[in-house]
């Protein structure tokens, strides 16, 4: 198997034909093996039924379900463990990354690259709201992060098989996946694209999911934060100190003239909400520690229907016309 294809979806059963169409079209273009891989993140409209008919249809498709809706970075990981190709080609289900594009990716592929990242030239569709956050937050990232990671590549690309061990061999739990992709190392080439706006549907991932991922990048990327806490405090501290100083120098030399009542409430508002943002800090990667010792999976599978073509004993009756998909394999 030369090319795996990874397609998280969760509601996206208006656009699935349309994305299996012009996928295809390029995959059979491009006349090496291949295989589809589906990963149904819990759907609640008809795109499980719309990705069986599909399956019928296409000997290369595979369709995995999970138990419920573990978010995108877990049917991510998902996915990725279910493919068996000598590279695999991550892909959003809602034609914001154009299937065309493929064949540039596996050229740079054959070319050695174990990594080719799609970076976004553009982001139609999109709203200033979006692009300006976009923005500000991976230039956080990459103060705080070790690791560069790329400026608006999202999750469409291309990973060699070695990548893809080193990316299955993780263990964590919070999985920032644009920043794992990038940690991986090997040799990365970053290729561009331009967005194309939903091909319809609604975007799944709401302000609310992106905060939250915001976290996880940084948190498990930098202990920047936390190193930025304790220097607050220690500035504090220090600030105290003198203040302390000075102010029983003057009360003894001058008097003290009982003053200064703004001060103190400026004071005690400042170093109140200082300890707050520390102690949120500290409880960001705490709460992360937690997720992680309880060593829960990252996912649960409730079946995978692998395709057509990676079932060795079904082959023979494929070849037949045997059309009927056995599920639960
Ligand atoms: N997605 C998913 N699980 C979720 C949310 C989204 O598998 O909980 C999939 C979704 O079906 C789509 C991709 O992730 O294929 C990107 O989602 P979306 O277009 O909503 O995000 P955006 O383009 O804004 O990053
Ligand atoms: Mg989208």
Redesign the pocket.
């Known amino acids: 198997m030369t090319l795996s294809v990874v ?4 509601n ?1 059963a208006q656009v699935l034909p349309e994305l299996h169409r012009r996928l295809l079209a390029v995959l059979h273009a491009q006349a090496d093996s291949f295989e589809v891989i589906y990963v149904d ?1 819990g759907s609640k409209d008809d795109s499980v039924a719309v990705m069986r008919a599909l399956q019928r249809e296409e000997p290369g498709v595979g369709v995995l379900r999970l138990s419920r ?1 573990f ?2 970075e877990a ?1 991510l990981s998902a996915g990725l463990r279910a493919t068996c190709g000598a590279c695999v080609i991550v892909i ?3 034609l ?1 990354d154009p299937p065309e594009l493929i064949p540039e990716m596996l050229r740079a592929w054959r070319d050695g690259h174990d990594v080719v990242n799609m970076h976004r030239r553009s982001r139609e569709g999109e709203t200033w709201f979006k692009t300006t956050s976009a923005g500000l937050f991976y230039g956080l990232l990459n103060r705080l992060s070790q690791v560069p990671i790329p400026e608006d590549v ?1 999750d469409f690309r291309l990973l060699s098989r070695r990548a893809v061990a080193a990316l299955n061999a993780m263990p964590e739990r919070n999985r920032y996946m644009k920043g794992l992709f990038a940690w991986v190392g090997f040799g990365q080439l970053t290729l561009d694209y331009d967005r194309d706006p ?1 091909a319809a549907g609604v ?3 709401n302000y609310w999911r992106l905060w939250g991922l915001a976290l996880d990048g940084i948190t498990s990327f930098s202990f920047v934060p936390l190193r930025v806490a304790s220097m607050g405090g220690l500035l504090a501290a220090g600030l105290a100190f003198a203040l302390t100083v000075f102010y029983s120098l003057k009360a003894l030399l001058y008097g003290d003239a009982a003053q200064g009542f703004p001060t103190l409430i400026v004071a005690i508002l400042t170093l109140g909400g200082l300890n707050l943002l520390a102690m949120g800090v500290i409880g960001e990667y705490l709460g992360r520690l937690f997720m992680e010792s309880k060593q829960r999976p990252l996912f649960l599978v409730d079946e995978f229907t692998l395709p057509l073509t990676r079932r060795p004993v079904r082959r023979a009756a494929a070849a037949a016309g045997a059309q009927d998909v056995q599920e639960g394999s």
């Open positions: 397609v998280p979806v969760y996206e993140d809706n978010g995108k049917a959003d289900a809602d914001q999202g939903r975007a799944k991932q």
